[in-house]
Nanobody
Framework: QVQLEESGGGLVQAGGSLRLSCADS????????LAWFRQGAGKEREFVAA????????NYVDRVKGRVTISREHAKNTVYLQMNSLKSEDTGVYYC??????????????????WGQGIQVTVSS
């Protein structure tokens, strides 16, 4: 089974950086694409970044391109989201998702079958 848990969130000032981590304690995500979505207060959950099962392909929403980097370490069953130059608009709950086996870097929420509980990121101005 897949069990995802996010870590690394918190409060930062605008222009600062955070690195989120998401680990699969079930150690079953080697062939799964992994992604980050976020949800601001009163808003719909939106795609942020994704990485294919192999780690070769990545995908980002235009809003964060150039400021955010997604990466993974298969040996640790972990995906990371490095966020720089943070803005107040980046505030929200960040969720880690895992796709079905052999997934690509999809931006579609329904392509991700497993989810973590989410972690808060707050950017103050």
């Amino acid at each position: 089974q897949v069990q995802l848990e996010e870590s690394g969130g918190g409060l930062v000032q605008a222009g600062g950086s955070l690195r989120l981590s998401c680990a699969d304690s079930g150690r079953t995500t080697s062939t799964y694409a992994l992604a980050w979505f976020r949800q601001g207060a009163g808003k719909e959950r939106e795609f942020v970044a994704a990485i294919s099962w192999s780690g070769v392909n990545t995908n980002y929403v235009d809003r964060v391109k150039g400021r955010v980097t997604i990466s993974r370490e298969h040996a640790k069953n972990t995906v990371y989201l490095q966020m720089n130059s943070l803005k107040s608009e980046d505030t929200g709950v960040y969720y880690c998702g895992a796709s079905r086996p052999w997934g690509g870097a999809s931006d579609r929420m329904n392509d991700y079958e497993y989810w973590g509980q989410g972690i808060q990121v707050t950017v103050s101005s």
